[in-house]
């Protein structure tokens, strides 16, 4: 049974329940108590007079939304099913100015059903009337003089990462547009490379532009969940507040139509973990709730969905902006930013950058040393590091060979985004078929001339295996997706059973050794369901050691004592792999053989891989 997490936001009186399957969290952005701290820098607080309640309302909802986002972990990087057993159920109790506003039907659900998309969790609110409210100039920090009296013509979100920077270049030098970018300030690092870009924006361009950070800070204790699915739907909230105060009607998000349509490569980027932050989906929630908070049609708009990374990067250099690149930082991974790696090389982010770069020839403004990893050549750590850049580039070639028929029977999740997008549904559907198909010849234009230009290193073995190279090599990245999860699972075996089984030990009996397993895979983040679920082959219950729900992947243990004998292990694998086969599963048999029994690996291997869903592995 799930926990239902209670948030307790500001001075709200509402009742708590004390039952067991309810936690609590309070939040507060004001007064003694408060471990929350907003600060909008650089708006005056004569321009902020204006801000209607409603739209203080909104931004202290997505601040405690956003808060509490962090501080409710989803379990962790192994949770088993990433879209639902990542979902939590989230009831806040919020005191707000506008009770009457907030309590309307229409208004609750679309915040709820916007919400619930954006970050696959459960939302509820309990609104009550706030008592004293604080007025918007609680939140300012006003630092610069200089800014009185700018007009925004447009007013865009800026991350300071490259989809982000091309749309603030592409409104000031393509448009002429005066703009005010709005940027999140997580952290001080995150903030000064912001700061630079705006600098160089401001060498470049004669158009005049305006930078408003906002600080969001809470108390370390409140930090438990990197995730933050969340955290569009604040900075949305933030960019219309300042939108209303220059009397606009719209704002902006520059994002790559690939990231915004976000189809699931991998089980590791399912659910909560397949960032919604700018699906068309997402984005008309945004725009029917602001319209009800403004009382006027809003728009919410992303200029970029029909563009391909690398064509964003094409973008920077037509407009003579590529020295900029090097300033912008796409990774998710910021807390392990350093000066000389701003890129961890690993992420979906650092991917999708470095491909879309390359194949934009733009490599020589994205210097290799940014990356902690290369993301070509360098080494990537068994599990998801691994899994996430094989299928990337496995997701690449099946585009490729796809009619457009195939391609919606394979991405059935990209027919929701045809509902909440202008046009026909044909004309849409031909467009992301083709925004896919572009960006998939650009991820192989970019492997077929890294691979000649690495010809010699995978030629004599220069390069580590795990590298993306290497697996394209060895074709790898065509295999089943199971096979490589199963070949990752065996190889994290390998290395931390003869750790758990030093010397002449040995397992006490096979319970003994899928505990072991299990802290092995567990401690590698691959949280496996132990000893689940139950299977059932005839009147026979088949029990596997572990397995994996969202891969239909099964781990089967066998432990090699004194009396074992070959030829009935081989028996005895043979029959299970009929029973997990024959429900339409894959299996792995980890066969533990410290004392050798096996002489012959290879004819053990395959008299038992008779199946085509069976893989086996010797570990000793």
């Known amino acids: 049974m799930k926990r239902d997490h209670i948030i307790r936001c500001g001075a709200s009186a509402s009742s708590v329940s004390k039952a067991k399957q309810h936690s609590l969290l309070s939040l507060n952005l004001w007064g003694n108590k408060s471990n929350i701290t907003l600060k909008i820098s650089d708006i005056s607080e004569k321009m902020c007079a204006s801000l209607p309640d409603a739209v203080l309302d909104l931004i202290e909802i997505a601040t405690y939304v956003y808060c509490a986002d962090q501080a409710i972990t989803r379990g962790g990087s192994g949770v088993i099913n990433y879209g639902s057993d990542w979902r939590r159920n989230m009831q806040f109790q919020v005191p707000i100015r506008c009770h009457d506003f907030w309590t309307r039907e229409e208004v609750t659900e679309t915040l709820i059903e916007t919400l619930d998309f954006l970050s696959d969790d459960n939302y509820s609110f309990n609104f009550s009337k706030l008592a004293n409210p604080p007025n918007a100039a609680t939140y300012l920090d006003f630092q610069s003089e200089s800014n009185e009296g700018f007009k925004a013509d447009e007013v865009l979100l800026f991350s300071g990462g490259l989809d982000s920077l091309s749309g603030a270049i592409q409104e000031l030098k393509g448009e002429e547009r005066r703009v005010a970018l709005v940027s999140h300030r997580p952290v001080p690092k995150i903030y000064k490379r912001q700061q630079v870009l705006v600098n160089e924006l401001k060498k470049i361009t004669t158009t005049k532009l305006l930078h408003v950070p906002v600080w969001v800070n809470k108390d370390e204790s409140l930090g438990k969940e990197y995730t933050q699915r969340s955290r569009s739907f604040l900075y949305a909230c933030l960019a219309t507040g300042v939108a209303t105060l220059f009397g606009l009607s719209r704002i902006r998000f520059y994002e790559n139509g690939v990231l915004s349509f976000n ?24 725009e029917r709730l602001f319209s009800l908070v403004l009382d006027k049609d809003f728009l919410v708009e992303n200029p970029f969905e029909w563009k391909t990374k690398a064509e964003i990067s094409s973008l920077l250099l037509s407009n003579n902006a590529g020295n900029l690149i090097k300033h912008s930082v796409s990774c998710t991974r910021t807390f392990e930013a350093t000066k ?12 999708d950058r470095r491909f879309g770069i390359l194949a934009a020839n733009a490599a020589v403004f994205d210097p290799d040393e940014m990356y902690k990893v290369d993301v070509l050549t360098g080494p990537r750590e068994p599990g998801e590091s691994k899994t996430l850049i094989e299928s990337y580039v496995r997701t690449a070639r099946e585009i490729t060979g796809m009619d457009d028929a195939q ?4 991405f059935p999740e990209l027919n929701r985004a045809l509902h909440h997008m202008s046009g026909s549904a044909d004309d849409i559907a031909g467009r992301i078929f083709e925004l896919y198909k572009r960006h998939a010849k650009g991820v192989e234009d970019v492997l077929s001339e890294a691979l000649k230009a690495h010809s010699l290193d995978l030629l004599h073995g220069n390069l580590p295996d795990s590298s993306i190279l290497s697996i394209v090599a060895r074709k790898d990245h065509l295999k089943d997706p199971w096979q490589n999860y199963a070949i990752e ?5 390998a290395k931390g059973l003869p750790i758990a089984f030093p010397g002449n030990s040995k397992p006490k009996n096979e319970k003994d050794l899928q505990d072991k397993a299990h802290a092995c895979l567990t401690s590698a983040g691959d949280k496996l369901n132990k000893e689940h679920p ?12 572990f397995s994996k729900k969202d891969c239909t992947l099964f781990v089967e243990l066998k432990n090699f004592s004194a009396k074992s004998r070959v030829s009935k292990t081989v028996d005895e694998i043979i029959a299970d792999s009929k029973k997990y086969t024959n429900l339409g599963a894959h299996v792995l048999f980890v066969v533990y053989d410290k004392k050798r029994s096996v002489v012959d690996d290879e004819s053990f291997i395959s008299s038992v891989e008779v199946l085509p869903d069976v893989l086996v592995r010797i570990i000793r």
Do not use: N, W
Not at 264 to 283: D, Y
Not at 534 to 545: C, E, H, R, S
């Open 263 to 286: 189809i699931p490569i991998s089980a590791q980027v399912l659910g909560a973990r397949a960032t919604r932050s700018t699906h068309p989906k997402a984005l008309r929630g945004f």
């Open 340 to 351: 000389l790696h701003s890129h961890c090389g690993t992420c979906s982010q650092c991917i």
């Open 407 to 410: 391609f919606f029977e394979r």
């Open 489 to 493: 699972l065996a190889a994290i075996l």
């Open 534 to 545: 139950m299977l059932q082959y005839g009147v026979v219950g088949t029990k596997p050691d």
